[in-house]
């Protein structure tokens, strides 16, 4: 009697060193790592074998396959992976709970540091007064042009305009679109609408989210970690729904690495005196020559300045 054969599969959700595995029938199954370096991730394509005859129903992660991207934050200590192969990231900010200009950044930094193009969706339009303070602090990111992508692809954040609870239907048809075909993990604050932007596309997404962190912490109840939704029944159109967006750490990144994640201090750092300017201090520094408080798509904000000088400083402390 031979071991029983390997298999691909897709990872639908993690918690600790189990994984929840899809097979290409749609069965779902907790499956164990073999070894370290079969760790998989949310988006992982893996190979995985079920188990011999007779014991149990767990199967095992042989190795995982190649991957297209991986998204993830890094924190002083652990390293948190969030999701791989990635088509897109979409940081969903809305107009109440003010957000963080600090929390979103990090956010876009990691997705350009990774290569994986992000959108930006600002939730709770109905809420006008606030929507419209919103819209104007977010005028610098509708202005940059993400370096993620192929060349061709290149063009500035996309700010989506949503009310997720109002105007449900043609907010609907525009997000399907942008969503369509592609597989998207969703980053945002708490109070955010992740909740009732997943149950919008996935009805019942609750109750299944439900179900997957009983089976993968053996019936308790916590909070679900990173998980997978198919939005279509033709499972071409897939929703990543994941937290942790408070502590965003970018401690994978190196300072030097900063200025080419953001792309309006990218588009000036080339023309600098010094080959290796922080744009800090520098005499001759193209980038301090060109923050100022001005809706001109050729300025870098004041905001947007500082941020980038807190992370280099917090980038530039001794690593652990
Ligand atoms: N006014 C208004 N409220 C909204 C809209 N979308 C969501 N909300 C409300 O905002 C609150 C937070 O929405 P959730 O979907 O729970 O937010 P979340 O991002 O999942 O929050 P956490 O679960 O804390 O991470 C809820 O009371 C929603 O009903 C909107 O378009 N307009
Ligand atoms: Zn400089």
Redesign the pocket.
């Known amino acids: 009697m031979g071991t029983p054969a390997q298999q691909t599969g897709l990872v639908v959700a993690s918690h600790g060193r189990h994984c929840l595995v899809e097979s290409a029938d749609g069965q779902r199954r907790i499956c164990h790592p073999r070894g370290k370096k079969s760790q998989a991730v949310v988006g992982d394509r893996v190979l995985w074998q079920p188990p011999p005859p007779g014991q149990g129903d767990e199967g095992t992660i042989e190795k995982v396959l190649e991957r297209r991207n991986l998204f993830y934050r890094q924190d002083e200590i652990r390293t948190k992976s969030f999701a791989a192969n990635l088509d897109q990231v979409l940081i969903?900010i809305?107009?109440?709970p003010v957000f963080s200009e600090s929390q979103l950044a990090r956010a876009l930094i990691a997705a350009e540091a990774a290569g994986i193009p992000p959108l930006i969706g600002l939730?709770?339009?109905?809420?006008a007064e606030p929507f419209e303070r919103a819209w104007q602090r977010l005028a610098p990111y509708r202005h940059m042009a993400s370096t993620a992508g192929d060349a061709a692809a290149r063009r500035a954040y996309e700010v989506l305009p949503?009310?997720?609870?109002?105007t449900a239907d043609a907010d609907r048809a525009a997000l399907i679109e942008r969503l369509a075909g592609k597989t998207t993990l969703v980053l945002?604050?708490?109070?955010?609408?992740?909740?009732?932007?997943?149950?919008l596309l996935v009805p019942g997404a609750t109750a299944q989210t439900g179900e997957i962190s009983q089976a993968l912490n053996s019936g308790r109840h916590t909070t679900t970690s990173t998980t997978w939704y198919w939005v279509d029944e033709a499972r071409q159109t897939a929703l990543i729904d994941s937290?942790g967006f408070q502590e965003f750490g970018l401690r994978h990144l190196a300072p030097a690495d900063l200025a080419r994640c953001m792309p309006d201090i990218a588009a000036y750092a080339g023309g600098c005196r010094f080959y290796n300017c922080t744009h800090l201090h520098e005499p001759g520094c193209a980038v301090q020559a060109q923050v100022r408080e001005d809706d001109a798509p050729d300025a870098i904000s004041p905001s947007r300045y500082r941020i980038y000088g807190e992370l280099f400083a917090e980038l530039s402390e001794t690593r652990y």
């Open positions: 969903l809305a107009a109440e939730n709770k339009r109905d809420l949503l009310a997720l609870t109002a945002g604050p708490s109070g955010s609408g992740k909740s009732t932007l997943i149950n937290p």
